[in-house]
């Protein structure tokens, strides 16, 4: 009897067994699947051309590009199951996107197809040495050396590196940030407090910036349009405004916030990010008054990077992970992206 009772346990527990696994086999209408990728991850760098959007993901070494007509994950990028190398910054062109690395390369990827182009090293003599922000004028790339205090000047159309300006008989030291419009590079260095002026078209030091009408405190970012110059000066919680034809000094106006982290702009807007507290300030860059402050705890967090196309500003929420799109004309909310 009780072998009957043991026999009969037994075959309950392999028919519960046949049934959990039927249970678990895919049908047509239950198929296989895998686990949704994370798109954005701890976003460090962004950069639009109006097109597309390109994202560097800090934590897990992956490029995203997207679209920026639809708000949407287009293509995440990585080449191999290593992913790719720890990328450091991005910036885009009307054709192609540049990525630098960590690894000591700048790549180049067709902006719109996500295809890798080229991989610049930057050549034996004068090469990447863990390049990190970028700024782009025509075929002239200008990538901050962030191990050996050097900017390098790549032209992209033939891979070679034209000029190498050295810091800090240049004016900068440990440069945090540059950018280019009417001529001349400006580069930010906030060991130093000061703004370098360089001619694009010699490479020539121009000077500094003027020190203390800009009132330059702990500056970390900088953005060009084709009138101004903003510095934004993360000690103060101030931006400074810099005439772009000449380079001198116009207004220190306040940032709308405390500690600004990233800055951009164009002829009409002003934003400024404070990753501490997650807001953003927009202002008006005609007479500098703050238009409004964007930040609730669901919209920002640590938002550390910004790219402004003619219709968006995208802000990179590294603390997020997303991406926030909102109007660059009324500040409106648009979407997040994930």
Same mark, same amino acid.
């Given at each position: ?11 309950? #527990? ?39 959007? +390109? ?14 007509? @639809? ?27 540049? #990525? ?5 390369? &700048?790549?180049? =990827? ?12 930057? $050549? ?5 040495? !863990? ?10 790339? =200008?990538?901050? !050396?962030? *191990? ?13 590196? &034209?000029?190498?300006?050295? $810091? ?36 020539? =030091? ?23 110059? +903003?510095?934004? !000066? ?5 931006? @400074?405004?810099?005439?772009?034809? !000449? ?10 916030? *405390? ?14 990010? *404070?990753?501490?507290?997650?807001? #953003? ?6 007479? $500098? ?24 500003? +995208? &802000? ?7 991406? &926030?799109?909102?109007?660059? @004309? ?9």
């Amino acid at each position: 009897m009780r072998r009957k009772v043991i026999a009969a346990v037994l075959a309950g #527990v392999l028919l519960l067994a046949a049934v959990g696994a039927l249970a678990l086999w895919p049908t047509s209408s239950q198929p296989l699947s895998a686990p949704r990728p994370v798109s954005i991850d701890a976003p460090s760098a962004i950069s639009s051309n109006g097109a597309n959007v +390109w994202v560097v993901n800090r934590d897990n070494n992956t490029l995203v590009r997207i679209d920026a007509a @639809t708000g949407t994950v287009a293509a995440t990028i990585a080449e191999n199951v290593f992913a790719l190398p720890a990328s450091n910054g991005v910036v885009v062109s009307p054709t192609d996107a540049y #990525v630098s690395n960590a690894n000591d390369t &700048v790549d180049a =990827y067709d902006q719109g197809s996500s295809h890798r182009k080229v991989s610049f090293t930057g $050549g034996e003599d004068a090469g990447f040495s !863990n390049p990190g922000a970028m700024a782009l004028s025509g075929h002239h790339l =200008y990538v901050v !050396n962030t *191990d050996d205090d050097k900017i390098l000047e790549l032209d992209t159309t033939t891979g070679e590196v &034209v000029a190498t300006l050295m $810091g800090p008989s240049s004016g900068f030291l440990n440069p945090d940030a540059l950018c280019v419009t009417k001529g001349r590079l400006y580069v930010v260095s906030s060991e130093l407090n000061a703004v370098a002026m360089l001619s694009t078209a010699t490479n020539a =030091y121009l000077g500094p910036v003027d020190a203390a009408a800009g009132r330059f405190e702990d500056p970390r970012a900088v953005s060009c349009d084709a009138q101004h110059v +903003w510095v934004a !000066n993360r000690q103060t919680s101030t931006v @400074t405004e810099i005439d772009a034809s !000449n380079g001198a000094v116009v207004r220190v106006l306040s940032a709308g916030i *405390d500690a600004p982290q990233a800055i951009a702009s164009s002829p009409t807007r002003v934003f400024v990010a *404070d990753d501490g507290d997650d807001r #953003v300030a927009m202002l008006a860059a005609s007479t $500098g008054a703050v238009l409004k402050v964007l930040g609730t705890a669901r919209t920002f967090n640590q938002p550390a990077a910004m790219s402004l196309d003619a219709t968006h500003l +995208w &802000v990179a929420n590294t603390g997020g992970p997303s991406v &926030v799109e909102i109007d660059a @004309t009324s500040g409106v909310i648009l979407k997040h992206i994930s």
